[in-house]
Structure formats: structure tokens, C-alpha cells
């Protein structure tokens, strides 16, 4: 036997029944303070990285540019 969900939410309306929701959860959002220190890492990781690729291509005997 199959009971539609429009049945129960005919049903709710007229008993006058609430079903409780939960509450929706914010995402996560991060301070400026952790902003600022994740660019800071991301970016000395990018410099970090640049400088990598310039001293592999000086022992390959490359420019690096």
C-alpha cells in the first residue's frame, strides 16, 4: 500500500501538526586572521616553488626563465 507524502502533508495541515526543521548549519567561515595567514603560506609556497624551478635549471644548465 502506498501513501503519498501530499496525504500526510493534507493530514498535518488540517490537525494543525508542526514538524520541527532542523536549523541549517552555516558553512564555516574563516577569520581574517586565518585569511591572511593561509595567503601568507600559499604565497611564500608559490615563491618557494619559483625559486625550486630556478636552481633545478641552473644544474641542468638552463637559464630558468
Given at each position: 500500500?502506498?501513501?503519498?507524502?501530499?496525504?500526510f502533508q493534507?493530514l498535518?495541515?488540517?490537525?494543525?501538526?508542526?514538524?520541527?526543521?532542523?536549523?541549517?548549519?552555516?558553512?564555516?567561515?574563516?577569520?581574517?586572521?586565518?585569511?591572511?595567514?593561509y595567503?601568507?603560506?600559499?604565497?611564500q609556497?608559490k615563491?618557494?616553488s619559483?625559486h625550486?624551478?630556478?636552481?633545478?635549471?641552473?644544474?641542468?644548465?638552463?637559464?630558468?626563465?
Open positions: 500500500m502506498l501513501i503519498s507524502k501530499a496525504l493534507h498535518r495541515a488540517e490537525l494543525e501538526v508542526e514538524v520541527p526543521k532542523a536549523a541549517k548549519k552555516l558553512p564555516y567561515v574563516p577569520t581574517e586572521e586565518e585569511l591572511k595567514l595567503y601568507d603560506v600559499a604565497w609556497a615563491e618557494f619559483r625550486d624551478d630556478r636552481e633545478d635549471a641552473s644544474v641542468y644548465g638552463h637559464s630558468g626563465q
